[in-house]
Every structure is written in C-alpha cells, then in structure tokens.
T-cell receptor, first 114, second 114 residues
Framework: GAVVSQHPSRVICKSGTSVKIECRSL??????MFWYRQFPKQSLMLMAT?????????EQGVEKDKFLINHASLTLSTLTVTSAHPEDSSFYIC??????????FGPGTRLTVL | GESVGLHLPTLSVQEGDNSIINCAYS??????FIWYKQESGKGPQFIID?????DKRQGQRVTVLLNKTVKHLSLQIAATQPGDSAVYFC?????????????FGKGTMLLVSP
C-alpha cells in the first residue's frame, strides 16, 4: 500500500516551453502533497506544499508563477514548469501524505531543458 | 545546477562490515525523524523512523539512535551488503499548520565493496 506514482519519469524539452508533471497516490487519498527538487549530488529541497482544493504554499525563493501547482483531487497533484530554461533541469520528486507525519515518495521525474 | 566542488560525504565499507551514518539536525522542535535510502535516479525509500520520545529504535539490520541533547541522529546498518550502496538522508519532521514539513539533511553516500 501507499504507492505514489509520477509521470513522466523523464522528459526533455526545449527552452521556453512548459512541462507538466503528474503525481498520483494510487491506493490512498492524500490530503497533502509536496513537491521537491533535487540537483545532482544534493539533497531534496521542498518547493511547495499543496492541499486538495486550495492554493499551494511555496517555500521562500520558489517562484509561484513559474512552478504552477494544481491539486484538483485527493489523488492527483500536478506541477507545471512554465517557460522552462536549462537551469530548471533537475530531478523533481513528489510525496503524498495522509497524516501529520508520514510522507510517501514518488519515483521522481528527470527534467532536462535544452 | 550543481555547485562547483560540491560532493556528498562518502562512507566506503566492505561487505559484511557494520556501517554507521551520522546526521546533525537543526530544529529542537522537530518531533519525528526518518532515514531514507535513495538509489540513483529513484525517489527516497523509507528505512526507519524514530520519535522524539525515544532514543533508539531497531529494525531489520538497521538501528537508529537519537541524541536530542546534541541534536544528532545516526543510522547503523549491520552486515552491510552491496545492495545497501546508495545515498542515505536523514529528515526531521516538524508539524505546523496541520501538516508535516520534512527537512532533509545533506546526505551520505554509502559504497559497499564485495
């Protein structure tokens, strides 16, 4: 149980285009979903926290207009990287939570912007 | 992107040895701590957790020790195997505004030689 999927697993796009990444909780309903970014050989950095049906809370330094988060249902959250540039190339990981302290992580999405 | 000169601390051990990975956390209000294993290109995988009212917890081949006085956490892996090779992260959880926030440590790469 408690499986989280992400789609796509890898995406390559041209600079200036937008990319949407999906995060789904497959066998449970997630009240809260989290989005992290991880650069090579670095730790996971929280980007934003979203609750179903409400606006996401972004961490300091994360541009909300560039990283659009939609949490339309209890099993799906999407992250859209708008007008992507090479510096946005990273590993994006989501997690889903039902309780105060347990997060279940997805397998990650590797974004490469050319 | 990756900062020049940034690299993960690395622990190299022989198969069968015991491994100890250390972590310092920052928030004395954190009440829940988790160790994650991350293999290359994958999301974090839960290993073991411990709450702040405990100082030791054992799992299968793994033990977590918590020293709240010095804000230190360690992960001990007994009889380390090549399949244990990965990056290990500690994470501290702080419950705020009804949901949890995880702050990840920098990570340690464990290399196990056969």
């Amino acid at each position: 149980g408690a499986v989280v999927s992400q789609h796509p697993s890898r995406v390559i796009c041209k600079s200036g285009t937008s990319v949407k990444i999906e995060c789904r909780s497959l066998d449970f309903q997630a009240t809260t979903m989290f989005w992290y970014r991880q650069f090579p050989k670095q730790s996971l950095m929280l980007m934003a926290t979203s609750n179903e049906g409400s606006k996401a809370t972004y961490e300091q330094g994360v541009e909300k207009d560039k990283f659009l988060i939609n949490h339309a249902s209890l099993t799906l959250s999407t992250l859209t990287v708008t007008s992507a540039h090479p510096e946005d190339s990273s590993f994006y990981i989501c997690s889903a939570s039902t309780t105060l302290d347990t997060q279940y992580f997805g397998p990650g999405t590797r974004l490469t912007v050319l | 992107g990756e900062s020049v000169g940034l690299h993960l601390p690395t622990l190299s051990v022989q198969e069968g040895d015991n491994s100890i990975i250390n972590c310092a956390y920052s928030n004395s209000a954190s009440d829940y701590f988790i160790w994650y294993k991350q293999e290359s290109g994958k999301g974090p995988q839960f290993i073991i957790d411990i709450r702040s009212n405990m100082d030791k917890r054992q799992g299968q081949r793994v033990t977590v020790l918590l020293n709240k006085t010095v804000k230190h956490l360690s992960l001990q892996i007994a009889a380390t195997q090549p399949g244990d090779s990965a990056v290990y992260f500690c994470a501290e959880n702080t419950a705020d505004s009804g949901y949890s926030t995880l702050t990840f440590g920098k990570g340690t790469m464990l290399l196990v030689s056969p």
